[in-house]
């Protein structure tokens, strides 16, 4: 499992777009990004995963740049409900042990 | 579909005690996982299993067993509770989807307390 750099916080206002940059520079050739959300008392949540380039969902965009070392989550406009905290996951093709990093804590504010 | 379900939502243990937390999913995932999450940090892999019959220690096993009699269940059993193990206990199973895609998902959660 590739290992994974993300900022350990950030703060964000309500209205805002918010962008989490996360680092992986082993990323093997199969590997997908995978970003989950976790809420407090709550289990993680899948929000997007990609491979390359630019995926959106109704929740958010990934934007992953040509050689793939490092990816980006954007939350457009976040509101107060967007409080939680952020993981990114990178290596998961023949890869069994789905291990967490410490995830970046974003707190919107009012 | 129920998705995964973890009995029960709240325990509290008394040092030397044991017990399990149930998970189980009807998702036919052959997949499962058991983290500890501890108050502000992130989630740490316990065991995790490929399929019945089949598990694997994770980062940190100690203290704790599995089993994975069925696709469905996939229970953990705490034999001597100790203080350290205070925590919220995460069960989840995986979907290895078309084209390399792949989800984990999460149970609800159990906490427990050991005092």
């Known amino acids: 499992l590739a290992k994974t750099t993300q900022p350990v916080s950030m703060d964000s206002y309500e209205g805002q777009e918010v962008n989490i940059t996360c680092s992986h520079n082993?990323?093997?050739?199969?590997?997908?990004i995978t970003w989950y959300q976790q809420f407090p008392s709550q289990g993680p949540r899948f929000i997007i995963q990609g491979y390359k380039t630019k995926v959106t969902n109704e929740v958010a965009s990934l934007f992953i740049p040509a050689d793939r070392k490092s990816s980006t989550l954007s939350l457009p406009r976040v509101s107060l409900s967007d409080t939680a905290v952020y993981y990114c996951l990178v290596g998961l093709d023949n890869n069994n042990d789905m291990r967490f990093g410490a995830g970046t804590r974003l707190t919107v504010k009012p | 579909n129920a998705g995964v379900t973890q009995t029960p939502k709240f325990r509290i243990l008394k040092i030397g005690q044991s017990m399990t937390l149930q998970c189980t999913q009807d998702m036919n995932h052959n997949y499962m996982y058991w983290y500890r999450q501890d108050p502000g940090m992130g989630l740490k892999l316990i065991y995790y299993s490929v399929g019945a019959g089949i598990t694997d220690k994770g980062e940190v096993p100690n203290g704790y067993n599995v089993s994975r009699s069925t696709t469905e269940d996939f229970p953990l059993r705490l034999e001597l509770a100790a203080p350290s193990q205070t925590s919220v206990y995460f069960c989840?199973?995986?979907?290895?989807?078309?084209?390399?895609?792949?989800?984990?998902?999460f149970g609800p959660g159990t906490r427990l307390t050991v005092l």
């Open positions: 082993n990323i093997a050739t199969n590997d997908y």
């Open positions: 989840a199973s995986r979907l290895l989807g078309r084209h390399g895609t792949d989800t984990q998902y």
